[in-house]
């Protein structure tokens, strides 16, 4: 693929992604319409703003190579979705000090959860994390008891301390409550 076509598939990736396509999604119908599922994909990455060089090696990963090599006709969905669970289209942000704290925290009471974490939740915390959508974290972790085989009031504990450095609205204001609540239920043992 030339230089101006590679470009042109970066634009149209990044027209779908402005207009609300999901990655997956976008890298998906790229891949249908130019038969270059990774083309597609690196057009994906680099739309969303992932630095070239770090694409390709993402792209070029065993999992991701597995994935291209096993496509089949009409596996385009199934690739998008498997490059977007390995990380393949998150876009690291760095965080500031605070930020990096609350990340910490979301750690913490990730550890303190307990063993089976589900999977699915397992790999949307680690990409909304590493995309520094922290509330988006929070919310979810809020949602769920900590397990009896982990730590319920070193969870909870994390969660009212992540939530206090959360700016209100979003459902961040309920879900601190939730939080402090859950927490009294759960003192730590002495």
Same mark, same amino acid.
């Given at each position: 693929?030339?230089?101006?076509?590679?470009?042109?598939?970066?634009?149209?990736?990044?027209?779908?992604?402005?207009?609300?396509?999901?990655?997956?999604?976008?890298?998906?119908?790229?891949?249908? @319409?130019?038969?270059?599922?990774?083309?597609?994909?690196?057009?994906?990455?680099?739309?969303?703003?992932?630095?070239?060089?770090?694409?390709?090696?993402?792209?070029?990963?065993?999992?991701?190579?597995?994935?291209?090599?096993?496509?089949?006709?009409?596996?385009?969905? /199934?690739?998008?979705?498997?490059?977007?669970?390995?990380?393949?289209?998150?876009? @690291?942000?760095?965080?500031?000090?605070?930020?990096?704290? %609350?990340?910490?925290?979301?750690?913490?009471?990730?550890?303190?959860?307990?063993?089976?974490?589900?999977?699915?939740?397992?790999?949307?915390?680690w990409r909304w994390l590493r995309a520094g959508?922290?509330?988006? /974290?929070?919310?979810?972790?809020?949602?769920?008891?900590?397990?009896?085989?982990?730590?319920?009031?070193?969870?909870?504990?994390?969660?009212?301390?992540?939530?206090?450095?959360?700016?209100?609205? @979003?459902? %961040? @204001?309920?879900?601190?409550?939730?939080?402090?609540?859950?927490?009294?239920?759960?003192?730590?043992?002495?």
């Open positions: 693929m030339g230089r101006t076509d590679a470009d042109a598939l970066v634009d149209r990736a990044r027209d779908a992604l402005h207009a609300g396509g999901e990655e997956a999604d976008v890298c998906a119908g790229l891949a249908r @319409d130019t038969g270059d599922p990774r083309a597609a994909a690196l057009a994906t990455c680099l739309a969303l703003g992932v630095p070239r060089a770090e694409a390709e090696r993402r792209l070029a990963t065993q999992e991701a190579a597995a994935a291209f090599a096993e496509l089949g006709p009409g596996d385009e969905e /199934a690739l998008a979705l498997v490059l977007q669970a390995g990380g393949a289209f998150v876009v @690291d942000r760095r965080l500031d000090a605070h930020e990096q704290r %609350i990340r910490d925290l979301l750690g913490t009471a990730v550890t303190a959860y307990g063993a089976g974490l589900p999977s699915g939740l397992a790999v949307s915390l959508e922290l509330a988006r /974290a929070y919310l979810q972790l809020a949602r769920r008891e900590a397990r009896a085989d982990g730590s319920p009031s070193a969870y909870w504990a994390a969660l009212v301390t992540a939530g206090e450095l959360l700016p209100d609205g @979003d459902g %961040i @204001d309920e879900a601190r409550e939730h939080c402090r609540r859950m927490a009294k239920r759960c003192p730590a043992a002495p």
